[in-house]
């Protein structure tokens, strides 16, 4: 058994990883009635782990090719517990931003790593089963999360969620340095850390933008003049990555149509499957009463269809055309959304969205196992790695943007929903104050109005990304001809990041962030 310490060092770190971004969604209500913090304030708790992950992967893994991915797993792992620690511990939201921003980082470092470390301890027969158990422990933490949020949230408060991490994060520590070797690339260059400044502001940029065009408008100064901040800044990380001697990410792998499907795919997959989910655990909560459990439990049907879909469809898909899995499974995340905003009306209650949610688990379980696989396909071997790099950053920022861009929508259709009462409202029942205001006698009828219209606006939204992403995927996947590779599912892992919020499998067996 001792053979397999390192695989439970890998899926210890991952298990955490994915568990934190779900075991947050259904902590939200509490942590706006414990810290009175705004709309803006929930989006930003929520948003800036996906983005900090998205800045950093392709840095911490051009990092941990070159000083040792052991070493900077291990850093990960530390800088995760002390940040978990500080958010546990934050006395306000701007101190809970803060500490899951750092949390973020300490995700990059462990994320970047984990399938290079599986790559280099395992070979032959023991690889295909590290990985295949690697997949299933990622589906599996993104099914429990919502519960075991709502179970800590409900009996222990919401800080449990962050304190949990403590104890896992020092037996992986312990695992980890008994158990998994040091390992580098000889060929690894430097740090981009011009590219990886310059994204990380146009990012920031674009989602502060978005998260603020509620209450700045479309058209005020400070929306536009962060509109062109990030404008500039991804104008300067296009040169940087032109023009500079350790470009992170090779912007010639653009070049293959397939590639910028599926980057497309990867980035409006994370938008319209899973950025809505925050929303509506704040209905479920604040408005029909539901417990932190019963709030999670809710969510669990797309988790539980996606990852059952994920391990039939690595053995009952493979070798299918990327158009059927991951251009048909876009399909039906955009229907499973207009499903939910066809279902839902006022006064209906968490039945509404149950088909729609199983029709995106289905969606997410065909889509996501093919993805790495398609965006390694697309490119030469040796930029296999970084292929898989770019497809995680582009999930996480779709991940943040979507969180940003439905929140706009969200409070827009509450206030439209309100007919004609004060804006303020709208701003409470985002907040979580929804059982509150149905202290007032007379409140139930529009607050159920105000929630039917923001959430079915959302779901328009999220169904509409859905669909431009099986678009795109269709219109850039084009047909082979004859004799000519098919972009396919095959070396997916069965069952990979089955329904992992914005998380697919990073690379390919054997690699870290790049190769060659």
């Given at each position: 058994?001792?053979?397999?310490?390192?695989?439970?060092?890998?899926?210890?770190?991952?298990?955490?990883?994915?568990?934190?971004?779900?075991?947050?969604?259904?902590?939200?209500?509490?942590?706006?009635?414990?810290?009175?913090?705004?709309?803006?304030?929930?989006?930003?708790?929520?948003?800036?782990?996906?983005?900090?992950?998205?800045?950093?992967?392709?840095?911490a893994g051009s990092l941990a090719d070159r000083i040792g991915r052991r070493r900077v797993y291990l850093g990960g792992l530390v800088l995760f517990a002390a940040s978990s620690l500080a958010c546990g511990l934050?006395?306000?939201?701007?101190?809970?931003?803060a500490f899951r921003a750092v949390q973020g980082i300490g995700g990059a470092a462990m994320f970047a790593t984990t399938m290079a470390l599986l790559s280099s301890a395992y070979q032959g027969r023991d690889r295909g089963v590290a990985f295949g158990v690697w997949g299933a422990v990622n589906g599996a933490a993104a099914a429990a999360g919502p519960v075991i949020g709502g179970l800590l949230t409900e009996h222990f408060g919401w800080?449990?969620?962050?304190?949990?991490?403590?104890?896992?994060?020092?037996?992986?520590?312990?695992?980890?340095?008994?158990?998994?070797?040091?390992?580098?690339?000889?060929r690894a260059k430097g740090l981009d850390l011009p590219g990886m400044a310059a994204f990380?502001?146009?990012?920031?940029?674009?989602?502060?933008?978005?998260?603020?065009?509620?209450?700045?408008?479309?058209?005020?100064?400070?929306?536009?003049?962060?509109?062109?901040?990030?404008?500039?800044?991804?104008?300067?990380?296009?040169?940087?990555?032109?023009?500079g001697p350790r470009p992170m990410l090779d912007?010639?792998?653009?070049?293959?149509?397939?590639?910028?499907?599926?980057?497309?795919?990867?980035?409006?997959?994370?938008?319209?499957?899973?950025?809505?989910?925050?929303?509506?655990s704040l209905w479920l909560q604040s408005a029909e009463g539901m417990s932190p459990v019963g709030g999670g439990l809710v969510l669990l049907p797309m988790s539980l269809?996606?990852?059952?879909?994920?391990?039939?469809?690595?053995?009952?898909?493979?070798?299918?055309?990327?158009?059927?899995?991951?251009?048909?499974?876009?399909l039906l995340i955009g229907a499973g959304a207009l499903l939910q905003a066809w279902m839902l009306d006022a006064g209906d209650g968490w039945t509404a969205l149950v088909p729609g949610l199983l029709v995106t688990g289905v969606g997410v379980g065909m889509a996501t196992p093919a993805l790495a696989a398609t965006a390694m396909g697309a490119v030469a071997p040796a930029r296999a790695g970084m292929a898989g790099g770019a497809l995680n950053t582009a999930?996480?920022?779709?991940?943040?943007?979507?969180?940003?861009?439905?929140?706009?929508?969200?409070?827009?259709g509450l206030a439209d929903g309100l007919g004609g009462r004060p804006r303020e409202l709208a701003d409470a029942l985002a907040s979580g104050g929804a059982g509150r205001l149905l202290a007032v006698p007379a409140a139930r009828e529009w607050v159920d109005a105000a929630f039917a219209s923001g959430l079915r606006d959302t779901f328009l939204v999220s169904g509409a990304m859905g669909l431009a992403g099986a678009l795109a995927v269709a219109l850039l996947v084009g047909r082979p001809a004859a004799g000519a590779p098919v972009p396919a599912q095959g070396g997916a892992p069965a069952g990979a990041a089955a329904a992992a919020p914005a998380v697919a499998p990073a690379a390919a067996p054997g690699s870290g962030r790049t190769s060659g």
């Open positions: 058994m001792r053979k397999w310490l390192p695989l439970t060092a890998v899926c210890l770190g991952a298990f955490m990883l994915l568990v934190d971004v779900t075991i947050v969604t259904v902590a939200l209500p509490d942590m706006a009635a414990d810290m009175s913090t705004d709309f803006a304030g929930l989006q930003w708790v929520m948003d800036v782990y996906a983005l900090a992950l998205a800045a950093l992967l392709l840095g934050a006395d306000g939201p701007a101190a809970l931003i800080r449990w969620i962050f304190f949990i991490n403590l104890p896992v994060c020092a037996l992986a520590v312990w695992v980890t340095l008994k158990a998994v070797a040091e390992s580098r690339d000889p990380t502001v146009g990012a920031g940029a674009l989602t502060y933008a978005l998260i603020r065009v509620g209450e700045n408008g479309w058209t005020s100064a400070a929306t536009l003049g962060l509109f062109g901040l990030a404008v500039a800044a991804f104008a300067a990380f296009v040169l940087v990555e032109l023009r912007l010639s792998l653009f070049r293959s149509p397939v590639f910028v499907a599926v980057m497309a795919a990867g980035l409006l997959l994370s938008g319209a499957a899973f950025s809505y989910l925050m929303y509506v269809a996606g990852f059952v879909v994920a391990a039939l469809a690595g053995r009952l898909l493979h070798g299918a055309p990327a158009r059927l899995t991951i251009g048909g499974g876009l999930r996480q920022l779709g991940t943040a943007l979507g969180i940003a861009v439905l929140g706009a929508v969200f409070h827009a």
